[in-house]
């Protein structure tokens, strides 16, 4: 058990793992739309162009609601302990920066106008939240006259009120499934377009590869791009394990929407072709 739950009240302390958790499903979608953009900009305008309005949708659904409710909740928590009031002005010059992405994003005349943008955001965020995460938020956990879990319930109930989506779900979709049975997966089998054989051509699919990505944020990124992928099409995933949870996940959050094809299977690397019917 760490200091900070040790000298933080159990609900502060169960309230800050929350936050955690938000913020990476948050950084976890932005990125799996980030690089889906990035990956289909120069050879798939068509798809771009969705993946582009969803980028900017979701922005506007949640990221740019998240980072208001902040402002007008945590921050000014914050602002009033000496020790961090030049921290928390810096973090709200960041999500001016990040409005400014976000807009330059919504007007760029095409996709690949757009794609340094994505990038620039993607990198901000994730390190905008790694200061929550690192400094903020353990400061007013351990603050007794602040109660982070009421600051945060204020927050959701903003949010909810609002085009923002805070659900237990949403919460529940970065954390580790039930492990999924063999059953449960549709395989097509063949070698996926590989070979030449007839199959589809694997160059038309863009490909999401995770095994770098920090695992807090592996299975939000993966949804971030699912929810990228048009229907009718497909991404090619590539995982340093036999992704079980994250596939019986992908169906709890959407039953009967994708269909999973193992293209590889270790022992080292698994690629799967992710359809979306």
Same mark, same amino acid.
Not at 185 to 210: F, R, S
């Given at each position: 058990?760490?200091?900070?739950?040790?000298?933080? !009240?159990?609900? /502060?302390?169960?309230?800050?793992?929350?936050?955690?958790? #938000?913020?990476?499903?948050?950084?976890?979608?932005?990125?799996?739309? $980030?690089?889906?953009?990035?990956?289909?900009? /120069?050879?798939?305008?068509?798809?771009?162009?969705?993946? #582009?309005?969803?980028?900017?949708?979701?922005?506007?659904?949640?990221?740019?609601?998240?980072?208001?409710?902040?402002?007008?909740?945590?921050?000014?928590?914050?602002?009033?302990?000496?020790?961090?009031?030049?921290?928390?002005?810096?973090?709200?010059?960041? #999500?001016?920066?990040?409005?400014?992405? $976000?807009?330059?994003?919504? %007007?760029?005349?095409?996709?690949?106008?757009?794609?340094?943008?994505?990038?620039?955001?993607?990198?901000?965020?994730?390190?905008?939240?790694?200061?929550? %995460?690192?400094? $903020?938020?353990?400061?007013?956990?351990?603050?007794?006259?602040?109660?982070?879990?009421?600051?945060?319930?204020?927050?959701? #109930?903003?949010?909810?009120?609002?085009?923002? %989506?805070?659900?237990?779900?949403?919460?529940?979709?970065?954390?580790?499934?039930?492990?999924?049975? =063999?059953?449960?997966?549709?395989?097509?089998?063949?070698?996926?377009?590989?070979?030449?054989?007839?199959?589809?051509? =694997?160059? !038309?699919?863009?490909?999401?590869?995770?095994?770098?990505?920090? *695992?807090?944020?592996?299975? !939000?990124?993966?949804?971030?791009?699912?929810?990228?992928?048009?229907?009718?099409?497909?991404?090619?995933?590539?995982?340093?394990? /036999?992704?079980?949870?994250?596939?019986?996940?992908?169906?709890?959050?959407?039953?009967? $929407?994708?269909?999973?094809?193992?293209?590889?299977?270790?022992?080292?690397?698994?690629?799967?072709?992710?359809? *979306?019917?």
């Amino acid at each position: 058990m760490s200091v900070l739950t040790l000298s933080s !009240a159990p609900e /502060d302390a169960t309230a800050l793992e929350a936050a955690e958790a #938000h913020h990476a499903r948050l950084a976890g979608e932005l990125a799996g739309r $980030v690089t889906m953009l990035l990956t289909v900009v /120069d050879r798939d305008p068509s798809a771009a162009e969705k993946i #582009h309005a969803g980028l900017v949708a979701f922005c506007d659904r949640s990221l740019l609601p998240h980072t208001a409710a902040e402002e007008a909740v945590l921050y000014p928590a914050a602002h009033g302990m000496p020790e961090a009031r030049l921290l928390i002005e810096s973090l709200i010059g960041e #999500h001016r920066c990040l409005t400014t992405l $976000v807009d330059a994003l919504r %007007n760029a005349p095409s996709p690949a106008g757009a794609a340094a943008d994505a990038r620039a955001l993607q990198v901000l965020f994730e390190e905008h939240v790694a200061k929550e %995460n690192g400094l $903020v938020l353990p400061l007013l956990a351990m603050t007794s006259e602040v109660s982070l879990a009421e600051l945060l319930a204020e927050m959701h #109930h903003r949010l909810a009120g609002g085009t923002g %989506n805070t659900s237990a779900q949403e919460d529940q979709d970065i954390e580790e499934g039930q492990a999924m049975r =063999e059953g449960q997966i549709e395989e097509t089998g063949g070698c996926g377009g590989v070979c030449g054989c007839g199959g589809a051509e =694997e160059t !038309a699919e863009p490909e999401l590869d995770v095994r770098e990505v920090p *695992h807090a944020l592996r299975h !939000a990124t993966v949804f971030g791009a699912l929810d990228a992928v048009p229907a009718g099409t497909a991404m090619v995933l590539v995982a340093p394990h /036999d992704p079980l949870p994250l596939l019986a996940q992908i169906e709890q959050r959407s039953p009967g $929407v994708f269909s999973a094809e193992y293209l590889e299977r270790g022992p080292e690397t698994w690629r799967l072709r992710l359809g *979306h019917r």
